[in-house]
């Protein structure tokens, strides 16, 4: 079993949906929990970053994390197709270590 | 651009020969970690450094394969006497500190080919 799992997808939208994301782990002991964005051909780019349980909002992008379920949510309001990308999930260990382990991703695809 | 630069963005190789690839990070950043993405997989974590340290190696393979940040210059990954295996596309990170509290920042890439 991964330490990380994350639905691959491919998740159809329609333009201005609501797009939900979530990753499942099960090491208890990751404190600090990332979304990245990653276009075709390109690097991961940061979305969200949060540390232990609760909510985190910035503009069109709501990450949740629920420790004691071992599992984390991005939402993307209003979805343009823009955002059509995949989307990656990833968790460190904090002061224990900083390597991020990372789920497989979710290809993300917005139609106009 | 003050974002992680990686180069060469392509890199072709013969099986048996050397792979150089090469990370600057972020200005202001001072750790650098190199991640693998192998053809549908994840990406996968290789190596943590510090300048002339490395901290964690722990996912890099023992053989063949080595890391460096020197106090001068960029980080470089080397991959000796490369196997197909080895095709892959290898993402170098910065941070400004290795606490857990530090968002890591990803260059682009360089995609290895191996014929």
């Known amino acids: 079993q991964k330490e990380v799992e994350q639905d691959p997808g491919p998740l159809s939208v329609p333009e201005g949906a609501i797009v939900s994301l979530n990753c499942t782990y099960s090491n208890s002991a990751f404190q600090y929990f990332m979304w990245y964005r990653q276009y075709s051909r390109k690097g991961p780019e940061l979305l969200m970053y949060t540390y232990s349980s609760g909510n985190k909002e910035d503009g069109r992008f709501t990450a949740q994390v629920d420790k004691s379920s071992k599992y984390i949510s991005l939402f993307i309001r209003d979805s343009q197709p823009s955002d059509s990308a995949t989307y990656l999930c990833?968790?460190?260990?904090?002061?224990?270590?900083?390597?991020?382990?990372f789920g497989g991703g979710t290809r993300v695809l917005v139609k106009p | 651009n003050a974002g992680v630069m990686q180069n060469p963005r392509h890199l072709v190789r013969r099986r048996g020969q050397e792979a150089r690839l090469r990370c600057s990070p972020m200005k202001g950043h001072s750790h650098v970690y190199w991640y693998r993405q192998l053809p549908e997989e994840g990406l996968k974590f290789m190596v943590y450094l510090q300048k002339e340290n490395i901290i964690d190696e722990s996912g890099m393979p023992k053989e063949r394969f080595s890391a460096e940040f020197p106090k001068e210059g960029p980080s470089i990954l080397r991959i000796q006497q490369v196997v197909r295996g080895d095709s892959a596309a290898y993402f170098c990170?910065?941070?400004?500190?290795?606490?857990?509290?530090?968002?890591?920042?990803f260059g682009d890439g360089t995609r290895l080919s191996i014929l």
């Open positions: 990833a968790m460190s260990l904090g002061a224990a270590g900083n390597k991020l382990t």
């Open positions: 990170a910065s941070s400004p500190g290795g606490g857990g509290g530090q968002p890591q920042h």
